[in-house]
Nanobody
Framework: QARLVESGGGLVQPGGSLRLSCAST????????MMWFRQPPGKQRTLVAS???????NYADSVKGRFTIARDNHKSTMYLQMNNLKPEDTAVYYC???????WGRGTQVTVSS
Protein backbone atom coordinates (compact mmCIF):
# COMPACT_ATOMS: atom_id res chain seq x y z
CA GLN A 1 0.00 0.00 0.00
CA ALA A 2 1.32 3.44 -0.89
CA ARG A 3 2.47 5.29 2.18
CA LEU A 4 4.73 7.86 3.80
CA VAL A 5 7.41 6.81 6.28
CA GLU A 6 9.15 9.30 8.54
CA SER A 7 12.55 8.70 10.12
CA GLY A 8 15.34 10.59 11.86
CA GLY A 9 13.67 11.55 15.11
CA GLY A 10 15.25 11.07 18.51
CA LEU A 11 16.50 12.70 21.69
CA VAL A 12 18.75 15.74 21.33
CA GLN A 13 20.05 18.40 23.68
CA PRO A 14 18.98 22.03 23.31
CA GLY A 15 21.01 23.68 20.58
CA GLY A 16 21.46 20.40 18.75
CA SER A 17 20.37 19.31 15.29
CA LEU A 18 18.34 16.56 13.68
CA ARG A 19 17.44 15.73 10.10
CA LEU A 20 14.06 14.17 9.47
CA SER A 21 13.24 12.24 6.30
CA CYS A 22 9.91 11.33 4.75
CA ALA A 23 10.05 8.59 2.14
CA SER A 24 7.02 8.35 -0.13
CA THR A 25 5.64 5.52 -2.21
CA UNK A 26 2.51 7.53 -3.04
CA UNK A 27 2.11 8.38 -6.70
CA UNK A 28 2.73 11.84 -8.16
CA UNK A 29 5.23 12.85 -5.45
CA UNK A 30 7.08 15.20 -7.79
CA UNK A 31 3.99 17.35 -8.33
CA UNK A 32 2.70 17.22 -4.78
CA UNK A 33 2.69 19.89 -2.14
CA MET A 34 4.56 18.32 0.77
CA MET A 35 4.31 19.42 4.37
CA TRP A 36 5.77 18.81 7.81
CA PHE A 37 3.43 19.11 10.78
CA ARG A 38 4.11 18.60 14.48
CA GLN A 39 2.00 17.78 17.49
CA PRO A 40 3.35 18.47 20.99
CA PRO A 41 1.95 16.42 23.87
CA GLY A 42 -1.61 17.47 24.66
CA LYS A 43 -1.70 20.06 21.87
CA GLN A 44 -3.05 20.33 18.34
CA ARG A 45 -1.15 19.40 15.22
CA THR A 46 0.26 22.50 13.50
CA LEU A 47 2.06 23.21 10.23
CA VAL A 48 5.83 23.54 10.47
CA ALA A 49 6.90 23.92 6.85
CA SER A 50 5.78 23.24 3.31
CA UNK A 51 7.41 22.83 -0.09
CA UNK A 52 5.82 22.82 -3.53
CA UNK A 53 6.83 20.62 -6.42
CA UNK A 54 8.77 23.59 -7.77
CA UNK A 55 10.66 23.99 -4.51
CA UNK A 56 8.89 27.04 -3.12
CA UNK A 57 8.99 26.91 0.66
CA ASN A 58 7.07 28.33 3.58
CA TYR A 59 7.75 28.16 7.33
CA ALA A 60 5.98 28.74 10.60
CA ASP A 61 7.34 31.82 12.34
CA SER A 62 8.53 29.72 15.26
CA VAL A 63 11.02 27.78 13.11
CA LYS A 64 12.15 30.40 10.57
CA GLY A 65 15.92 30.62 10.41
CA ARG A 66 16.36 27.30 12.25
CA PHE A 67 14.58 24.69 10.10
CA THR A 68 15.04 24.00 6.39
CA ILE A 69 12.65 21.93 4.28
CA ALA A 70 13.89 20.23 1.14
CA ARG A 71 12.90 17.49 -1.29
CA ASP A 72 14.52 15.07 -3.69
CA ASN A 73 11.99 14.17 -6.36
CA HIS A 74 14.25 11.46 -7.79
CA LYS A 75 14.16 9.69 -4.44
CA SER A 76 10.55 10.66 -3.62
CA THR A 77 11.81 11.90 -0.29
CA MET A 78 11.29 15.07 1.71
CA TYR A 79 13.59 16.33 4.45
CA LEU A 80 13.49 18.68 7.42
CA GLN A 81 16.84 19.91 8.71
CA MET A 82 16.34 21.19 12.23
CA ASN A 83 19.09 23.27 13.82
CA ASN A 84 19.36 25.09 17.15
CA LEU A 85 16.61 22.91 18.57
CA LYS A 86 14.68 24.13 21.60
CA PRO A 87 12.65 22.24 24.22
CA GLU A 88 9.49 23.71 22.70
CA ASP A 89 10.28 21.86 19.46
CA THR A 90 9.50 18.60 21.27
CA ALA A 91 6.68 16.91 19.37
CA VAL A 92 5.72 14.09 17.08
CA TYR A 93 6.56 15.21 13.56
CA TYR A 94 4.36 14.09 10.68
CA CYS A 95 4.76 14.41 6.95
CA UNK A 96 1.86 14.96 4.59
CA UNK A 97 1.52 14.56 0.82
CA UNK A 98 -1.26 16.48 -0.92
CA UNK A 99 -1.69 14.02 -3.75
CA UNK A 100 -3.46 11.09 -2.23
CA UNK A 101 -4.12 13.10 0.98
CA UNK A 102 -1.68 10.87 2.85
CA TRP A 103 -0.14 11.17 6.30
CA GLY A 104 2.83 9.38 7.75
CA ARG A 105 2.71 7.77 11.18
CA GLY A 106 5.09 10.29 12.70
CA THR A 107 8.50 10.37 14.33
CA GLN A 108 9.19 11.57 17.88
CA VAL A 109 11.55 14.48 18.45
CA THR A 110 12.51 15.23 22.04
CA VAL A 111 14.69 18.19 22.94
CA SER A 112 15.91 17.94 26.51
CA SER A 113 19.06 18.23 28.58
Amino acid sequence: QARLVESGGGLVQPGGSLRLSCASTVSNFENSLMMWFRQPPGKQRTLVASITGYGDTNYADSVKGRFTIARDNHKSTMYLQMNNLKPEDTAVYYCYQSSGDRWGRGTQVTVSS
